[in-house]
């Protein structure tokens, strides 16, 4: 009866630990999730910064072509601060994609760790009980 019992104890708490990791890897999930969509949020509106530093490039060099300068746009002060704001608005869009890529791999480095945590675990719930039910 005491094997029985003994069994049924390590198979409990085998679950047990099957249960805790699902968990916390869900809780994981959940906040990557969250995450991400802040992330995105920041996205769009670093894209409509990006739009409006593109339009106000296009506006730039418009009226320098209404003055009638048409040669060297690329060597004026103020096309060349309209470029610096575009590539600003660039890079910030850039930045956002690189954070979303580096939660996506803490979440796969996170899960892994909490697979192999709780695997662990197990096996050593295993270990603890020897073949005839007494614990070491």
Do not use: C, H
Not at 33 to 47: G, T
């Amino acid at each position: 009866m005491g094997d029985v019992l003994n069994k049924v104890l390590e198979i409990g708490k085998k679950l047990g630990y099957f249960g805790l990791q699902y968990v916390y890897v869900f809780l994981s999930w959940v906040s990557k999730f969250i995450k991400i969509q802040l992330q995105r949020r920041n996205r769009a509106s670093a894209r409509e910064k990006m739009a409006k530093s593109y339009s106000g490039l296009g506006a730039e060099i418009y009226s320098l072509y209404k003055q009638g300068q048409e040669s060297d746009w690329k060597d004026m002060p103020s096309v060349q601060q309209r470029l610096r704001d575009v590539e600003d608005a660039e890079s910030r869009v850039f930045q956002v994609d690189e954070t979303i890529e580096e939660i996506n791999t803490n979440y796969l480095t996170r899960k892994l760790n909490l697979k192999e945590k709780y695997s662990s675990k197990r096996e050593q719930v295993s270990s603890d009980v020897d073949p005839e039910g007494r614990e070491y």
